[in-house]
């Protein structure tokens, strides 16, 4: 079979995987409204090409949180790889260091963090923290990311509680049975201590942030903000970065797709710090309308799973080399040579 663009990986993946587990990897909230949105808003917004600039050079490289990479295309935090593929997120962690990408690791990495990091000890990578109600158990793990040399810490914040997934409530997906959570504590703790899904923090607000920037000297970027309120108390609380992101639709069912959440918040933001964005991204068209929108660089979530469960480190590269061509391909056919030329006269206003 030929894989020539990403939901080619789709189709493939929901053959290769377990009811179950694509159910789990595909799962929307509630009516999976915000779900859909997140792809049929990206059809919605029109371009407004430039012609007769030279693009016969093309450079897709950029940066995030000032290290190099080779295209403004990462990894999404998500959990539990080794139920795509046998070594998880090792094979994405090779992936990501082959493609010059970064990829954030999940709290709940069904690999450990150390074994991340010996197989693919060159590449960029930033911790994501569910932060935990144990704070000792919250300092050792954003601790031990730093001293492996993760370069930035992703605070998620739409996940208080687990949003309610009817496919995997019907099909009685118990992953607390099904997967050790090797991630939490050091190696030498683990046995004794199985972190549960459900010890997520719910109290954690706002003045709790300093709590968390008194043990690392790692940058800080929230997960999960969707409108310009938040951007400014993140600003106002000293944070590096945000990703606009509503969870692949898995959290809060009905807010606004990604895309259109990005305006609000890079309007709020002023350019005073990072902003990134995933949800629905699935074409190099998608990831030229981000950046023009505001958005210094777009994250991978299923993708990199269907890429994962088709071809284990080979799929998740070819999911991102297809990404990055077609949108090296955006680039030319707009008139843009570099990603600073990638401005909002791209897009046509009148029909957003
Ligand atoms: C199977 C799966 C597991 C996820 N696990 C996490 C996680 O552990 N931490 C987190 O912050 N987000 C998690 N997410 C959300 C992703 O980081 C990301 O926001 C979302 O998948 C982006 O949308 P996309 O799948 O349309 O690209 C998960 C998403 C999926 C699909």
Redesign the pocket.
């Known amino acids: 079979m030929s894989f020539v663009c990403l939901t080619d990986f789709q189709a493939h993946a929901r053959e290769r995987l377990s009811k179950s587990t694509w159910d789990?990897?595909e799962?929307e909230a509630d009516e999976g409204i915000t779900w859909k949105d997140?792809m049929a808003a990206f059809k919605k917004i029109r371009l407004r090409p430039r012609y007769l600039r030279d693009v016969s050079k093309v450079d897709t490289r950029t940066t995030v949180q000032g290290e190099e990479i080779s295209a403004p295309i990462c990894i999404?935090?998500?959990?539990f790889h080794c139920m795509a593929w046998p070594d998880g997120e090792m094979s994405t962690a090779r992936a990501a260091q082959a493609a010059g990408i970064c990829y954030v690791t999940?709290?709940?990495a069904s690999c450990t963090l150390e074994d991340i990091v010996a197989t693919a000890p060159k590449g960029l990578r930033w911790f994501?923290l569910?932060v935990q109600s144990d704070w000792e158990l919250n300092k050792q793990m954003v601790q031990r990311a730093e001293a492996l040399g993760f370069k930035a810490l992703v605070i998620?914040v739409d996940?208080p509680v687990i949003g309610k997934r009817r496919r995997d409530i019907r099909n009685q997906l118990n992953l607390e049975a099904k997967l050790m959570l090797k991630d939490l504590r050091s190696p030498e703790e683990r046995i004794s201590s199985r972190v549960q899904l459900s010890s997520i923090n719910a109290s954690f607000c706002w003045k709790d942030l300093s709590q968390l920037q008194t043990i690392t000297r790692l940058p800080i970027i929230l997960?999960g903000i969707l409108t310009k309120e938040d951007a400014e108390l993140a600003i106002k609380h000293n944070v590096q970065g945000i990703f606009v992101?509503n969870?692949?639709g898995?959290q809060l069912d009905e807010v606004p797709a990604s895309i259109y959440a990005l305006t609000e918040v890079v309007a709020a933001v002023k350019g005073k710090i990072e902003i990134y964005l995933?949800?629905?991204?699935r074409t190099g068209n998608d990831v030229l309308k981000a950046l023009a929108l505001g958005a210094k660089c777009i994250?991978?979530?299923?993708?990199i799973?269907w890429g994962l469960a088709c071809k284990g480190e080979h799929g998740v590269e070819e999911v991102l080399s297809i990404l990055k061509n077609e949108f090296h391909t955006s680039m030319s056919l707009s008139g843009c040579r570099s990603v600073t030329e990638i401005s909002r006269e791209l897009i046509q206003f009148s029909i957003l």
């Open positions: 789990f990897i799962g997140n999404s935090p998500t959990a999940s709290t709940y994501q569910y998620t996940a997960k992101s969870h692949g898995r995933d949800g629905g991204v994250f991978l979530g299923r993708p799973l």
